[in-house]
């Protein structure tokens, strides 16, 4: 069964930065590749949301209500994707939940994240 793990979320002051990590795993070590992988976010009230992502080959999109303020990016050999919120605003408040495409052995799947809270607030 293979795992996102987030970490990185918190409450933040406007116009701050924070960093939001993901690592995915399987106990039997039997990921043989990650396509994609990408953050969502999910205000209360309202659907999830892509923020991010960014594919093995390097291509990136992002949200256009984060464009110039995040930046996302991947250790391949390490499964772990990254997102980097600079100048945060209070409409950045969510849940972010990491999204990966992967090929295990046996499937390909995409699989979420727990997900991370991040408050931005005096």
């Known amino acids: 069964q293979v795992q996102l793990v987030e970490s990185g979320g918190g409450l933040v002051q406007p116009g701050g930065s924070l960093r939001l990590s993901c690592a995915a795993s399987?106990?039997?070590?039997?990921?043989?590749?990650?396509?994609?992988m990408g953050w969502y976010r999910q205000a209360p009230g309202k659907p999830r949301e892509p923020v991010a992502n960014m594919t093995k080959s390097g291509s990136i999109d992002y949200a256009d209500s984060v464009k110039g303020r995040c930046t996302i990016s991947r250790d391949i050999a390490k499964n772990t994707v990254h997102l980097q919120m600079d100048r945060v605003k209070p409409e950045d408040t969510a849940i972010y939940y990491c999204?990966?495409?992967?090929?295990?052995?046996?499937?390909?799947?995409?699989?979420w994240g727990q997900g991370t809270q991040v408050t931005v607030s005096s």
């Open positions: 399987e106990a039997s070590g039997r990921i043989t590749s990650i396509y994609i």
């Open positions: 999204n990966a495409l992967v090929t295990t052995v046996t499937e390909t799947f995409y699989y």
